[in-house]
């Protein structure tokens, strides 16, 4: 650890990058997440109906089909075969994210992600406890679960308690039951599992996870050799497992975070200080001395915060 580990997460990288510069994905995320959400509302806000449907499937410009896979696949299973469109449009989504990172989706374009940041904000200010922490495998067994529930019912059955769905409910719809399991999330992650829905228990995480387990979009620690043990990517990143191998590692271990449970939601490079993170593709192999060996540029040792 460093003298660093005692200044408040991130205040190294705005003194070196400005406010902005140590907020720029997440202020990128912020503006996306609105983006797909404000897309599907200015429909039934406004009349103006670029996009009809929600993210579970829609239709846009009356042309373009999109269908979460997660969605046809629970369908498949209701024993419901789908339309031609319906099996293009998972057939889109599906190849896109594979592609780019399957949790891109929880980051980028879930709209629970503000909500359990908002929680994991606060938690982090009132100093709570860590709280009960499942088994990372139980959003599997959740994902397995609702797999058999829509086989059982002949309904896809996460469609009626998810809280992505029941938050877009609520805006077009205005305050009703739909906003209780969107609290409910919040409340979840703020008193009882730091980061524990999105981390632990919610299935649509898991398959992304999955989709995405071979994408090519990832975060490497290709300057890992600068990393000053400030700790911070730790404290900011909702998965930090997933940066040890890549930070830590030395000679010819990887930098690239290859893990399927990154979001790449650039946290990480945000908030450090020495630029140790960059996006780049799986294929990647630049060279990337580990903490302690010989690099063209000499360094003091690696980047990030532990929560």
Known sequence: ????????????????????????????????????????????????????????????????????????????????????????????????YALIGGRVYCSWVCPINPVTDGAHWLHEKLGMPKGWQPKRETRYWMLGMVFAASALTGTIAWEFVNPITMLQRGLVFG???????????????????????????????????????????RVTAVDRA??????????????????????????????????GDCTNCGRCIDVCAQDVFQFTHRFDTRPSPGRGEEDATPSSAPCNRAA
């Open 1 to 96: 650890m460093s003298a660093k580990t005692k200044l408040p997460t991130g205040q190294e990288a705005i003194r070196t990058k400005g406010w902005i510069g140590a907020h720029k994905y997440l202020l990128l995320r912020r503006i996306s997440q609105a983006a797909f959400l404000l897309i599907f509302l200015i429909g039934p806000w406004f009349g103006l109906w670029l996009v009809k449907g929600n993210l579970a499937g829609s239709l846009t410009l009356d042309v373009l089909p999109l269908t979460d896979p997660l969605v046809l696949l629970q369908g498949i299973a209701a024993q419901y075969w789908p339309e031609f469109t319906a099996l293009l449009g998972a057939l889109i989504v599906g190849v896109t």
């Open 175 to 217: 305050i009703g039951f739909a906003w209780t399991f969107v609290i409910a999330v919040f409340l979840f992650d703020l008193f009882v599992s730091r980061r524990g829905w999105c981390g632990h228990i919610c299935p649509v995480g898991a398959f992304y996870d999955l989709l995405g387990a071979k994408s090519l979009l």
């Open 226 to 259: 600068k990393c000053d043990d400030c700790m911070d990517c730790f404290a900011v990143c909702p998965e930090m497992h997933v940066i040890t191998p890549a930070l830590r590692g030395k000679g010819t271990d990887t930098p690239l975070i290859l893990s």
